[in-house]
Structures are given as structure tokens and as C-alpha cells.
């Protein structure tokens, strides 16, 4: 068996890793590479390999930057199966037709310059018909149901709790008679984060391919994020203001939606409207409220009460650009959740653009902010910002609430890890900045006397 280790090494982007095994080429993953535009263009359009020579391709969840260069592979002639879980399926039919959108989008804007310079056009990396036709290729796997993808490599998929649909896959290789197990954690979840299940542990491992994302910190051990929401909603009522949450679409804006819910079921809240203002994101919290066969206890019991998770009486879901910009009339008290999470595009530009510089008003910042982001300036304290070419000052209140990461931290790392049991043979480290893989390749060769790798991108290993 050999593995080729392509993207998501010692970054957290454009999660990629080749297997090659009896003969067939198995693809871990086909994530979209995000980056600086040109360097990401040219690195999603150029695989380093054949597209149809690959056989088989396992996908772990559907985030972009595990999912999102697919109808890139299909375009490139990959002809095979692409093997996910049913939620995973689902959403990858909404992420993968918005991803192509954005990337016409992104080259429309692009061509507009370089048609007055003279130059030749681009093309986009895909479109929205290359995202329909990969969608064909999908072929949805129940969870702990073995499968063969070929002669002697078994794969089982087992609940991340990472995002709804992630999976933890074990792959089970006989080869040349010998058995050797696989581990590929994709992105790992949390225990104890709100709708979905904890990860599943997993037992009798030769081999593991880890994330690594937060190998080397801890998480914030704020434990009363609904009590720090239910504050903030005190204070816009009140002052009859707005809070505005900048939120991905598809797991964050859900578990907020969440939590809204149960403070107001619980009646820790008023009755202010909540909107929900973008089109992914209603399309995905319908995804979500249709598996609930992924839902943890709690929020099982919740629908077993009779109350549905994603939805309560002041809460509206709204999709039309006109009854988006409806809300900008509107006086508070409001809560808008909306798009992009690190306020880099979409529809939360206009909302800061007009409610940043009054004072009453909260921006709730709930996700990682990378740097040169918007999201990011808002954290570290600027006092003016730039939104659509124009200077804001930042009179609002901005607000952060750092426990909600999807992705373990190094002491839950080791918690989960420790359910093997077994010795490891070998642990690669991918999907983390070189620091947090190095770190967690070296807590683990230390507790589990195992030989670890940080590979670089393009190594094979031969095992
Ligand atoms: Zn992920």
C-alpha cells in the first residue's frame, strides 16, 4: 500500500490524500484548495495525477475544503464512485452548486479587467453544470455499514460529530495476505457540542492519517454559551438595537439557531424577531432538520417534545435579496445571523455597513477569523474599518465567543486517541499549520511510543 499525501498537509486547506492499493487508485477526499486566487486556481485545476486514473473516491464531510474540488475531478474524467455518508450526500448538493456559483462569480469579476487590458479571459474552475454532473458519481453509504470499494479494501464510516454527514473512516486492506487497518479521521468533532452525536471511538488501529488542526491549544472553557447569548439579547432588547452574527451556513448558523431556540422555549429570552438571512443557510438547516437520524440525545428529545430544533415563533428565514434589504429599515430589537462567517463577502457586509456605528448595537463574532480578514480587524479592536471601498468607525459592541470550535483541541486529541488501545504503527499528521501538526505528531509519539510523520505535500509513504 502505498499513500501520497496532496493537500491539507501542513495547511489546513485542500484536504487530499491518494491510496494505492491491489491495483486501484482510492482518493480520500477532493477538497478545494483556498487561497491567495491565482495560487489556488492554478493548484485546483492542476491535480498531480491522471483524474481517470483514479477508481474510487471516499469522501469524509462536506466541507469546501474537503469536498469542494469534486466537479473538478469529474470535469478532468474521473468516472468512478464517490462514496459519503446520505447527510454528506445532501449537502454537497447545496455547497458544491454554491461553491460553482461563486467560482463564476469570482471569474466574471476577474474577466471584467482583464477583457479592458486586452487579455485572454479566464474560465471558471467549474461551473454549476460540472457541479451537477458530479453529483451523479455520489453514492450514499450508511454510518458502521462495512462496504467494499474493491477487492480487498473494506470501509466503514463512523460518526465524526464534527458537521452533520462527517465521517471518521476505517479502511480494513488485505494485501498480499496480509491485514493492515486504516484510519483517516477527516475532521474530527467534539464531545458534548449541541445536535450532534459525540465521535465515535474508534478501536484496533495500525495506521492513522489525523488532523491536526488545533494540535497544540486549548479550547476556551467558556461552558455557558447560552447564558453569554441570552446577555447579549438582554442588552439589544433594551436598547432596542440589533445583533448581528456573522456565521457559515452550513453547522454554525445551525447551532445558534439552536441555542436561540431553547433560551426561548426555556423563556430566558424576549420575543425578538430573529432572522436568518441567507439562502445556504435555509437550505442547509432543511438538510439538517431532515437527518435527525444524526442528532445527539438532547436534541432528539427536543423533537420527541414536539419542538423542532431549527425553528420557534420569532424566528424567520429569509432568501430574497429585497426581503434582506427590508431589514436595514427595520428598527430593532433584531437578531440577524448571516453570511459570510469571517465577513469577507455576502450579505453581512451590508448589515455591518449600516449598523457598525451605532453603539447600542452588537457584532457577535462565533467562528475563527484568519487573518487580513474583516472578522479578524473586528476582534483584534480596530477602530475603522473598510466596507465596500468605504471607511466605518466601529461604534458597536463587538462581542466573542470562542467555544464553539468543531475541532478537538490537543487534550481532546488524547481522549479520543486513547480509545485505540492498540499499538500504533504509524500516525501522519495532516490538516494543521506546521506548528500544530508538529506538536500533536509530538504528543503522540510520546504516549503512544509510535513513529509519527508530518509529511510534505506530494510525499508517498510505502507501507
Ligand atoms: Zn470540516
Redesign the pocket.
Known sequence: MKITFIGAVQTVTGSMHLLEVNDKRILLDCGLYQGKRKIAYELNKNFPFDPAEIDILSL????I??SGNIPTLVKMGFKGKIFATSATVDLCEIMLLDSAHIQEKDVEFVNIKREKQGKNLFEPLYTQDDAMRALEHFVPVPYEKKIELCSGVEITYHDAG??LG?AVTTINITENGSKKRLVFT??LGRKGMPILKDPTPIHNVDYLITESTYGDRIHSPEKDVKAHLADLIMKIALNRAKLIIPAFSV?RTQTIVYFLNQLYNEGRIPQVPVFVDSPLSTKATEIYSRHEDCFDAEALEMMMNGVSPFTFKTLEYIEDVEESKKLNRMDGPMVIITASGMCESGRILHHLANNIENRHNIILIIGFQAENTLGRKLVDGEKNVRIFGDEYRVMATVEVIDALS??PDKNEFIEYFDNIETKLEGVFVVHGEVSQSEALAKTMESRYNCSTIVPSPGDTIEI
Open positions: 469524509s464531510h462536506a466541507h475544503d474537503h464534527h458537521l462527517s477527516g475532521d453547522g468543531s475541532h
